[in-house]
């Protein structure tokens, strides 16, 4: 066991990762789930948000069984590996609010960070904006770090049990899920919402879908894959170890929907993406930012929940509601472009976060 | 007596952060560095390590842990 602890804190451990990681997304996208989304952190979490009612944008509505196996996986690793820790109190409320606008930022893009790679490793040129606007997002995020920017420290909880609330929501989602399936053509369930067509309509079948999610939820707490994390220390420490996992997920997406006949290359039409680059960049230069202040990119933050890291499920909360927020407020973009409040709510997302950076110090 | 950087409850990256100031700050000598996490401690040792210093001593000390590097 100590021996696999170790394995997966290494250079290679973490290329393993990568590579499973991108080799997994295009499948599920074989499977069903929505083009170049085979997995889709921010994507799949504001179609819970659509699930639960959160919004009512008919298309993006499911709750999407990938996001409750990464918790349930890192869970189940952190308990296994006695990583277990329940702990919180580092400024919950303000990485609240960094969860809101980082998932404002990646809806007006439409992808997180691991879109991102995936969107690019399906051909999509609009996502090389995404990605610039994400790497500068990081970097002014460092410069804040370099700083002093800190959120303060997190204490212990008092109780084992603090850190189960958020793996046994993901949990009780999950009992939701297989009590109330999906209706044939979607529409209401006895609770949840289920689009009848666009993205949401889209999905493997359930059982892969969270198996999938359950192994990489695995494989990431181990190994403290992190998409925002690769950029961060490459800019602040020249550190490329979590790096060379991004890349390993790059080039294996990359591979693999070559082999699927999924590479298209082009920036027209692409698949839930839009080609006004000036906000491909700027909304992901917001996510990029809020997730650096908030300390790990939004699947780190699901795998770090699963620990007991109350902080990080605070943080995963506010991209859920942050979902709520775009899709109800017309801030979230569509193959059409922005939406009518997309560039607004994105410039002050940017001064907010900007605040953020610098008002928290250290001492 | 070896310096100490108390990162304990810190969030990525501030334990390495703090622990490349400080070795910036002695360029040698001995560093005793409190986190809480696995993962901070095992991003503090292979920052130290890249630096070209030496763990001598990963040790419990209640919930934390106390990574000992140095470089002669």
């Known amino acids: 066991m100590q021996g696999l602890k170790n394995f997966f804190a290494t250079r290679w451990g973490i290329i393993f990762v990568g590579l499973v990681i991108g080799v997994l997304a295009p499948v599920l996208q074989k499977l069903g789930n929505p083009p170049n989304m085979g997995i889709c952190v921010a994507c799949m979490e504001r179609d819970i948000a659509g699930a639960l009612g959160l919004h009512r944008a008919g298309v993006v509505q499911y709750l999407r069984p990938e996001i409750l196996g990464f918790v349930l996986g890192a869970f189940l690793s952190a308990l296994l590996y006695r990583e277990y820790k329940p702990r919180g109190g580092s400024a919950p409320f303000i990485r609240f609010i960094l969860g809101i606008f980082a998932m404002i930022g990646a809806l007006v893009f439409l992808g997180c960070p691991w879109r991102t790679l995936l969107r690019l490793a399906g051909g999509d040129g609009n996502a090389i904006f995404g990605l610039l606007g994400l790497i500068f997002g990081i970097f002014i995020g460092t410069r804040f770090l370099k700083a002093g920017y800190s959120l303060g420290r997190t204490q212990p909880a008092s109780s084992k049990a603090a850190g189960l609330a958020f793996p046994f929501l993901m949990l009780g989602l999950l009992v939701l899920l297989l009590i109330d399936p999906r209706p044939e053509g979607g529409g209401r369930g006895l609770v949840l919402f289920y689009s009848a067509k666009g993205p949401g309509s889209m999905f493997a079948p359930v059982f892969i879908s969270l198996f999938v999610g359950l192994v990489i939820g695995v494989l990431a707490q181990r190994s403290r894959f992190c998409t925002m994390g690769a950029f961060r220390d490459l800019l602040l420490f020249k550190q490329g170890h979590l790096f060379s996992g991004v890349l390993a997920l790059l080039i294996s997406a990359f591979v693999t929907n070559l082999i699927l006949g999924q590479f298209n290359p082009s920036f027209e039409k692409q698949p839930i993406a839009h080609t006004m680059q000036l906000w491909n960049f700027l909304g992901m230069t917001l996510a990029g930012l809020a997730f650096t202040l908030a300390g790990g990119c939004p699947g780190r933050q699901l795998f770090l929940s699963g620990e007991g890291d109350a902080d990080a499920a605070v943080f995963a909360?506010?991209?859920?509601?942050?979902?709520?927020?775009?899709?109800?407020?017309?801030?979230?973009?569509?193959?059409?472009?922005?939406?009518?409040?997309?560039?607004?709510?994105?410039i002050i997302g940017l001064i907010v976060c900007i605040i953020i950076g610098l008002a928290m110090r250290r001492r | 007596m070896s310096e100490i950087v108390d990162a304990r409850g810190l969030s990525c990256p501030e334990p390495v952060l703090l622990t490349l100031e400080a070795i910036k700050r002695l360029n040698k000598g001995e560093i005793d560095?409190?986190?809480?996490?696995?993962?901070?401690?095992?991003?503090?040792s292979r920052a130290a390590q890249s630096m070209g210093w030496q763990i001598i001593d990963i040790s419990q000390e209640g919930t934390a842990y106390k990574v000992k590097i140095k470089k002669d």
Not at chain 1, 329 to 338: M, Y
């Open chain 1, 317 to 346: 909360t506010g991209m859920i509601v942050g979902a709520g927020v775009a899709h109800n407020f017309g801030l979230a973009s569509s193959p059409a472009g922005i939406g009518p409040n997309g560039a607004v709510a994105t």
């Open chain 2, 33 to 44: 560095i409190l986190v809480d996490t696995d993962t901070s401690k095992e991003n503090v």
